[in-house]
């Protein structure tokens, strides 16, 4: 299939919308109201840091929504407001944020449930609207619901669409996309729904195993059971891997992005040497720069002299995720929820380590001075992060 201009046709129907509805002043005026927090806006205003008693709030100087999902979210508002009568879907999360999500249930947003491993996109009729997340949406999904006739209103963040148009250049070329991401998740399914040869690599221990791959050959099968699920169909490791694109799901660690390309285009270095360099490698910054914000910041925040880190944010939330680990390989003991109300009596939280299931921690806030960092995932409202600090300080009761 031609992605590159089945996209181009979708974008100049009738039934596709991209740019809202012109409702956007009372839009936000709402958003305002259910998402944005005085008490936040206060301690931005006093150097992003809050002092009662014996506890101290540090926050991260950039964090929660970012400027795609603001708008995302604003787009699905005004989606319900433009078709009030109409029935509308959205094909997953319109983001990783639970209460978001509750929003719009609430507001009879209906979301395409799964059946077994696929979505049952039978639900969804002719005429019917239907919203393509943040995330954005595989280009058979888009196809899908093209066919059927349906309003479609894509809330892609531009970011996203960015990476595809990279890996659509590296199709156009024959190149591999090799794109650094997780191989389940939406972004990173709907960007390799539009890459031709494409291998999905999770960390820097899979590339590295990559990189020694095109250096030096080795099992062709252990290869492929390595990457199971993570690669185009037919992918032969033995000749898809000499000419190769760097993308990636724009939610990743930020510096391990960046090694990963600095990784391969040495590995393409010492394969092909420099004079062929560029015959074989192409790499393009497809880094989001909210999420490179938001890792800076946490950075920065993380020099602090921190008693404990609270990471704000969906549990399914992989800029969230990559927050937590700056606040682990920091040693600062550090509990990623979703919402205050994961914070117990009985000085307990139910919080959820890095690549494991939900569990909950005893005495986990300290007696004494305690000094709290705390930012949130770029899907997390003010108003979310705002309840986390008040019940912070309840343990000053």
């Known amino acids: 299939m031609d992605t590159k201009s089945f996209k181009r046709s979708l974008q100049q129907s009738d039934n596709y919308h991209r740019k809202g509805f012109g409702h956007e002043a009372e839009v936000m005026e709402t958003l305002e109201s259910e998402y944005q927090s005085d008490l936040i806006q206060e301690i931005r205003n006093n150097n992003y840091i809050l002092k009662k008693g014996r506890i101290t709030i540090y926050l991260a100087q950039a964090f929660g929504f970012c400027w795609g999902v603001e708008r995302a979210v604003a787009m699905a508002y005004e989606t319900r407001q433009h078709f009030p009568g109409e029935r509308i879907w959205i094909t997953n999360e319109i983001i990783h944020n639970p ?3 509750q929003r719009l249930k609430e507001m009879q947003v209906g979301f395409i449930a799964m059946k077994g491993n696929e979505k049952d996109f039978s639900v969804v009729q002719s005429g019917d609207v239907v919203i393509l997340p943040a995330f954005g949406a595989s ?7 093209d066919n059927k006739g349906c309003q479609i209103v894509d809330t892609t963040c531009p970011w996203v669409s960015k990476v595809w148009n990279s890996v659509e250049k590296h199709k156009k070329r024959d190149y591999t996309s090799i794109i650094h991401g997780k191989y389940n998740h939406e972004e990173t399914i709907a960007t390799s729904s539009f890459a031709g040869i494409y291998l999905i690599v999770l960390n820097m221990s899979q590339a590295q195993y990559v990189a020694d791959y095109i250096l030096n050959g080795g099992d062709r099968e252990e290869f492929l059971a390595k990457f199971k699920n993570a690669h185009s169909q037919g992918f032969d490791p033995d000749k898809d891997l000499t000419y190769i694109g760097i993308a990636n799901q724009t939610t990743m660690l930020k510096s391990e992005t960046e090694a990963i390309g600095k990784l391969f285009e040495h590995t393409m270095l010492r394969k092909y040497g420099p004079l062929q360099l560029n015959q074989h490698f192409m790499s393009f910054n497809t ?3 909210a999420t490179q914000e938001r890792q800076d910041a946490m950075f920065e925040l993380v020099e602090e002299e921190l008693s404990l880190m609270v990471v704000i944010g969906g549990f399914n939330s992989s800029n ?4 937590q ?3 682990i390989n920091r040693r600062i003991p550090s509990y990623h ?3 205050a109300a994961r914070i117990l009596p009985g000085n307990r ?10 569990t909950v921690a005893e005495n986990w806030f300290p007696e004494g001075v305690v000094k709290v960092g705390i930012t949130s995932g ?10 986390v600090i008040e019940k912070i300080f309840l343990f000053l009761d």
Not at 378 to 387: F, G, L, M
């Open 99 to 101: 209460s978001v999500n």
């Open 139 to 145: 280009v058979t999904e888009m196809e899908l619901l």
């Open 287 to 289: 880094i989001c720069d």
């Open 320 to 323: 969230t995720t990559h927050l």
């Open 325 to 327: 680990e700056i606040a």
């Open 337 to 339: 929820i979703d919402s």
């Open 349 to 358: 939280i139910e919080h959820k380590p890095l690549d494991r299931d939900l």
């Open 378 to 387: 770029a899907s997390t409202p003010d108003k979310v992060v705002e309840e």
